[in-house]
């Protein structure tokens, strides 16, 4: 019974317009939307399964994947050695192992060399649900660092931590400078020391400069993302509405801003060779946001199909971000949760803006952009499943269900995610972040199909693809190959092999 | 040149158009007799034709300078900073008096010469036929035959001499409806759909006001109407908004009453008109021109600019048009007030959608010679060739090409053109650098002897024609699809980047996979003809007498051409792989590109109260 209705759960999610590529499995997909009243409150019930030991992935047993597979692909060990080779100012913690320093972090985190677990205890206690400062990334080719953390509790009254000060201090030699970049506004900030919360402030940490650079988060973005989805819904909008809509759900100007924020901290460690730290409040939702999309711009090894994995892996999977909370019921939900935000879909985003702008630097495609984002939010695997790591030892997720990245990383899966023009690029890309350079990245097209001016079997088909796949390119090269399947078989360019999946359903 | 006050200006700063921090480049001002140039530092030349300039503006005197903007029809804005004000005020006033031509001979295609002998210039000109358009189309035939009725340009001053009307109408028909239309264009074919019989013509108003009306011009369009066997009745379209068409009856102008013509659908489809364009492009521009643009103001600006929404409105009526004739098999009348402007927007642009022939390279030619060039589009007052009306210019061709770009998007691998060519026509619409597009109509254009003085555009675009390929073009990838079917849904209009900001590089993508694809394809041609020439090698080799090395490639007549392909393979890679290294070369990673240095500056200024990190791309103060 558990697994049916995790099976209902897909079904019901594709029935509200999220297409899954994979869902329904036992073909009960195909629902009705007027399906009766008794039947909509239990699949209401049912795909909202609140324990997490009751979902699909614990459940789920491919025949070809063996279970531990692909659940160690990317160990922080292997990591903190490519940093070790270059440097020995930083070490492999395992103060976590037992999650008590911080509940939200992994066990191993890369801290300074020169700091004891002990002062990393104490620092700890200083931030914001334990989330002290650690390595996020190192800069190979100066040396500097990103760091993130949460919030320091500095409170109303000013609190200090010296533990908290040398551990930022140990990270910058004399007369070097470092830039705190605060994912919050500069009053938002100063008002979380009512709540216990706040900054770090000059005259404790001298040699740290603090940036503000707000990114919207939580209930806001995902009222901006709802607004987004109905604006793209109404075919019916006239260019003024359509306009004014796009305007006013703010989407672009959060990816743009994210886009922004993320080139900054990117700039100030490739150009002005100084460490960063990224923390907003939490420091589980708009850092991570910052500090993996500014990997992805610095670091070409992040551009890769593998390296993209390890990096989610590192970036949001280990670094806490709450996927159980935040990716719960996408943009169609009739109960709207309080902790329901797409952050993740805004990164996405964001990587998908950079390989528009950014073509042949990418290794992989939209495709694996769509069923990570697809994955994130109903998935048959195991691998976004829960809060923390914590949680996932808790539930046993490693040992019970199967890794997202076995699957995708088997040959014949892995083919078609790939980008055919990727060629690798070992310099930083710099996008630019101007509003006539940021595009839609367009989905949602379940209306227009049903508007076409005058249908022909072929081009339904052809958009009906593109609404299965939910989410698609709008321009260049993306868009004929999704448009276009042909292209592939284009006699032009016979050595062209477009990244698509000709296993995939068209729906008719 | 009288006009040149001074021809040489030193230290000019260029300055970056969206860099906050004033970043600019540093160099020399030349003025000659055809071009505005500017050479910085490092020899990066900037050239700017005279007749590309819209408007030259001079600021208030700042600091460094006078500062000099120039924006040019091409959407190119520059902005100097000349050192010295009196070289400022030479400067502007020889470009005010070189950027306002009074004579269509001072225009710079009687100046430019080619180097193409008189042969060639006459071949040039002969390249598009329209006579021999009208045939692939399929007329004369049955139903339509060409009319000498306008040979001397007596019965409409607009129109070609050579005009297709129903075999039906005769003469005194077409003299009566002429006289009831507004400057004389009565209607006339303007494209024939062969498989449904249907046609397309195209007319301007009728002086209709409230109550009048003319037999003549109701028979025209019987005529019309049953030239085409297999519908028995027809549309007429008035491009105008209602509003605007009903005002026109006061005037004594106006629109066709239902119930005076038999068998006619009328139908408005409300494009506005060019007073309304032009002012929405210049609010457009004016918005895409901000520095430090936010998502937002860029949102609400294009929304209240209003652009999107005439571009859709236009395709929109090609699409209704289209409609007509593909489901309904019925002819269409199309007008707008005067019939060169909105009417021509629609013809182009449903010929365009119903016929694969003008999605090719030469087709496109074609479709602008005849619904534009020889219909009497008044590029001339449009384009501003001349020093005239303000009121008259407006971006009605711009518009249609920008729709056409809409049809790219939707269709990636329908169309043998790419974006490029769209700029460059674009480019020399106004350049006037070429006689196709100068004066306003046919007559005029023949009483400037242009093809005797001027050259011909067009074998130009088909030399470079690698250039305009599109590496997705299957000609017969559907053969259904001969009939674009374009969705007009609002969020499927997107802002022409690539347009308005051409010349502004550091907003478009770093890696262009259009030339990499073309690359990728021309290196696969190169290689197959290498393949074939091989093998016509193998083939005489094997042809010649000798018995022992014949039985040998016998033996191995496959892996034989595998072995022998190869070294010249590597040959002929070697060369190419610099061209795809400069493809793939990232403008983006260079910091010039970036505006990156400033940020440099600005930081090493010991510890400024405002940080600014700029690479065009973010930007901060704390």
């Not at chain 1, 949760?337 to 495609?365: M, N, T, Y």
């Not at chain 2, 030349?45 to 300078?65: N, R, Y």
């Amino acid at each position: 019974m558990p697994a049916l209705a995790c099976s209902w759960d897909v079904a019901t999610r594709r029935e509200q317009g999220w297409g899954l590529q994979r869902g329904g499995r036992w073909g009960r997909s195909q629902l009705s939307p007027c399906a009766p009243a008794p039947i909509f409150a239990l699949l209401q019930a049912l795909s909202s399964v609140d324990s997490v030991m009751m979902m699909y992935p614990f459940f789920y047993r491919p025949q070809d994947l063996r279970l531990e597979e692909g659940w160690h692909l990317f160990p922080l060990e292997q990591y903190f050695q490519q940093i070790a080779a270059q440097t020995s100012q930083w070490r492999l913690s395992d103060l976590n192992r037992d999650f008590t320093t911080c509940p939200t972090y992994p066990a191993d985190v890369i801290v300074p060399a020169a700091v004891s677990d002990d002062t990393l205890r104490r620092a700890a206690r200083f931030r914001q649900g334990g989330r002290f400062p650690v390595l996020s990334y190192y800069h190979p080719r100066n040396g500097t660092v990103l760091l993130r953390s949460s919030q320091p509790l500095t409170g109303p009254n000013r609190k200090r931590c010296p533990e908290d000060e040398v551990l930022l201090g140990t990270v910058l030699d004399e007369g070097e400078r470092g830039f705190i970049i605060d994912t919050r506004s500069a009053q938002a900030a100063k008002q979380a020391r009512m709540t216990g919360g706040g900054t770090e402030p000059k005259s404790s940490y001298p040699q740290w400069k603090r940036l503000h650079r707000p990114l919207e988060r939580g209930r806001p973005l995902q009222e901006s993302f709802i607004k987004l989805v109905e604006a793209c819904n109404d075919a019916s909008l006239s260019m003024d509405r359509w306009l004014s809509r796009l305007e006013s759900c703010r989407w672009l100007s959060h990816v743009k801003a994210a886009l922004s924020t993320a080139c900054l901290a990117a700039q100030c460690l490739d150009r002005e060779e100084a460490s960063v730290l990224v923390h907003g409040a939490e420091g589980t939702d708009t850092t991570l946001l910052v500090t993996a999309l500014a990997q992805v711009i610095l670091d070409p090894g992040c551009r890769t199909v593998v390296g993209f994995q390890g990096l989610l892996e590192r970036e949001w999977i280990e670094a806490g971000h709450p996927f159980h909370l935040r990716c719960a019921r996408s943009a169609y939900s009739h109960a709207r949760l309080k902790q329901e935000a797409p952050l993740f879909l805004l990164f996405l985003d964001c990587v998908w803006q950079l390989s528009r702008q950014f073509p042949f630097s990418l290794e992989f495609g939209e495709s694996l952009l769509l069923t990570l984002f697809d994955n994130a939010y109903a998935s048959d695997y195991g691998t976004f499943l829960c809060n923390n790591e914590k949680e996932r030892c808790l539930c046993k997720v490693k040992e019970n269900t199967h890794s997202l990245w076995a699957w995708l990383n088997q040959p014949e899966e892995k083919k078609k995610y790939l980008n055919p023009l990727y060629s690798h690029n070992p310099l930083v890309i710099w996008p630019s972040v101007e509003p006539q350079s940021i595009q839609l990245w367009q989905g949602e097209l379940g209306p227009a199909l049903r508007q076409l001016p005058f249908s022909k079997p072929k081009a339904r088909a052809v958009l009906a693809r593109r609404h299965h796949l939910g989410w698609v390119a709008c321009g260049g090269l993306g868009k004929a190959a999704l448009l276009f399947p042909q292209v592939t078989h284009n006699p032009l360019s016979p050595r062209l092999i477009l990244p698509m999946d000709p296993s995939l359903p068209v729906p008719r | 040149m009288e006009h040149i006050r001074t021809t040489k200006v030193e230290q000019v700063k260029l300055l970056d158009r969206f860099s906050t921090s004033n970043k600019s480049l540093t160099g020399t001002l030349y003025l000659t007799a055809t071009h505005l140039l500017f050479i910085d530092s490092s020899r990066r030349e900037t050239w700017i034709l005279h007749h590309h300039i819209a408007a030259v503006e001079k600021l208030p005197l700042t600091t460094s300078g006078c500062p000099l903007v120039i924006q040019c029809k091409n959407f190119r804005i520059v902005h100097f900073v000349v050192p010295r004000e009196r070289d400022c005020h030479d400067v502007y006033n020889s470009l005010l008096q070189l950027s306002r031509t009074a004579k269509y001979e001072e225009l710079y295609a009687f100046s430019y010469n080619p180097k193409q002998n008189e042969s060639e210039q006459v071949k040039g000109w002969q390249l598009i036929d329209l006579a021999e358009e009208y045939k692939r189309m399929g007329v004369p035939n049955d139903y339509w035959q060409l009319s000498d009725a306008n040979r001397d340009y007596k019965i409409c001053e607009t129109y070609p001499r050579d005009l297709y009307v129903p075999r039906t109408a005769s003469k005194p028909i077409i003299v009566g409806s002429s006289k009831f239309r507004s400057k004389g264009r009565f209607p006339v074919l303007s494209y024939y759909h062969k498989d449904k019989k249907a046609a397309i013509c195209r007319c301007s108003q009728p002086l209709s006001g409230f109550s009048a009306r003319c037999l003549e011009d109701e028979h025209m369009l019987q005529a019309i109407s049953k030239a085409n066997p297999s519908n028995r009745y027809m549309y007429v379209m008035d491009t105008r908004p209602k509003l605007n068409a009903m005002a026109n009856r006061a005037a004594g102008k106006g629109y066709e009453n239902e119930d005076n013509y038999s068998n006619i659908r009328f139908q408005f489809v409300g494009i506005e008109n060019i007073h309304v364009m032009r002012s929405s492009l210049q609010k457009l521009l004016e918005v895409s021109g901000t520095k430090g643009l936010s998502v937002n103001d860029f949102l609400s600006g294009l929304e209240s600019s209003g652009w999107l929404r005439h571009i859709k409105a236009v395709l929109d009526a090609a699409v209704f048009l289209v409609k007509a004739i593909a489901v309904e098999s019925a002819s269409v009348l199309v007008h707008c007030s005067d019939g060169w402007d909105r009417t021509s927007q629609v013809c182009s642009l449903g010929a365009l959608l119903l016929d694969s022939y003008y999605r090719t390279i030469k087709g496109f030619m074609v479709l602008i010679e005849k619904d534009w060039i020889s219909f009497g589009h008044k590029f001339s007052d449009r384009c501003c060739q001349l020093d005239g009306d303000p009121k008259e210019i407006s971006p009605v061709f711009t518009q249609f090409l920008e729709s056409v770009w809409n049809l790219m998007e939707q269709f990636p691998q329908a169309f043998e053109y790419n974006e490029a060519f769209l700029l460059q026509i674009h480019e020399h619409v106004h350049s006037c650098q070429f006689g196709n597009f100068l004066g306003n109509c046919q007559k005029e254009r023949e009483e400037l002897k242009l093809k005797e003085k001027t050259y011909s555009l067009w074998p130009f675009l088909l030399d470079e024609q690698k250039k305009y390929q599109n590496p997705l073009y299957s000609p017969d990838f559907s053969p259904e699809l001969t009939l674009l079917e374009p969705n007009t849904v609002s969020f499927n209009f997107k802002f022409w980047r690539n347009m308005y900001h051409q010349f502004d590089r550091s907003m478009h993508p770093r890696q262009s996979v259009y030339d990499l694809i073309m690359n990728m394809s021309e290196q696969n041609k190169q290689l197959e003809k290498d393949i074939k020439e091989l093998e016509a090698k193998i083939k005489q080799k094997n042809g010649q007498p000798d018995a022992v090395l014949m039985k040998e490639h016998q033996q191995s007549a496959h892996p034989a051409p595998m072995a022998l392909k190869t070294p010249p393979c590597f040959k002929k890679e070697q060369p190419l792989i610099p061209v795809n290294d400069a493809v793939r070369t990232i403008e983006g990673s260079n910091t010039a590109d970036n505006r990156y240095s400033e940020f440099m500056e600005e930081f090493s200024k010991a510890e400024p109260a405002v940080v600014s990190l700029e690479y065009g791309v973010a930007r901060m103060t704390c």
